[in-house]
T-cell receptor
């Protein structure tokens, strides 16, 4: 079974810092990798999707990279803001259907003013 | 668009009782997923449907769990009888075509005493 690990489990930084969140997975035969954001008491919001043939995706201040051979992905957040405070989850695709996912436990991010 | 709607938001019940969780997907979405989130195991896929038909129920923990999708706008997840270890947040998510990002509901927090 695919195991997805996220490090660190929690991160607290001052506003303006550039951040790197890490995700690793045990089976490199993945279909895709996705990053989600979860706010307290809410569902998940999809941030970035990287197909297995791609190396990275960017959306605004977010950049996600994928290295299948080493079983790693990173989420880079530039110029962090207090509104970025949330839990960030990495998920690995189990098949071509995007909703079939193995999730990591997440990194809880706090950005203080 | 109202998004994915789940009800109830919170459910507290006693062990042995039947519990029914409800989900209304986004109109036009043809894939529906049920996930469970616990501190111990994180987010796990329970079952998913395509065009109201269950495709993969391998994540359903045991026979006490059942899910139905009688039409394109409604799905239920039923637990009978409920046990304290079923306490978790249950999420419903939908997508269009299986290749678009998931849209999650806000979840149902179930507590079984």
């Amino acid at each position: 079974k695919q195991e997805v690990t996220q490090i660190p489990a929690a991160l607290s930084v001052p506003e303006g810092e550039n951040l790197v969140l890490n995700c690793s997975f045990t089976d490199s035969a993945i279909y895709n990798l996705q990053w989600f954001r979860q706010d307290p008491g809410k569902g998940l919001t999809s941030l970035l999707l990287i197909q297995s043939s791609q190396r990275e995706q960017t959306s605004g201040r977010l950049n996600a990279s994928l290295d299948k051979s080493s079983g790693r992905s990173t989420l880079y957040i530039a110029a962090s803001q207090p509104g970025d405070s949330a839990t960030y989850l990495c998920a690995v695709g189990r098949g071509s259907t995007l909703g079939r996912l193995y999730f990591g436990r997440g990194t809880q991010l706090t950005v203080w003013p | 668009d109202a998004g994915v709607i789940q009800s109830p938001r919170h459910e507290v019940t006693e062990m042995g009782q039947e519990v029914t969780l409800r989900c209304k997907p986004i109109s036009g979405h043809d894939y529906l997923f049920w996930y469970r989130q616990t501190m111990m195991r994180g987010l796990e896929l329970l079952i998913y449907f395509n065009n109201n038909v269950p495709i993969d129920d391998s994540g359903m923990p045991e026979d006490r769990f059942s899910a139905k999708m009688p039409n394109a706008s409604f799905s239920t997840l039923k637990i009978q009888p409920s046990e304290p270890r079923d306490s978790a947040v249950y999420f419903c998510a939908s997508s269009f075509g299986g290749y678009s990002p998931l849209h999650f509901g806000n979840g149902t927090r179930l507590t079984v005493t």
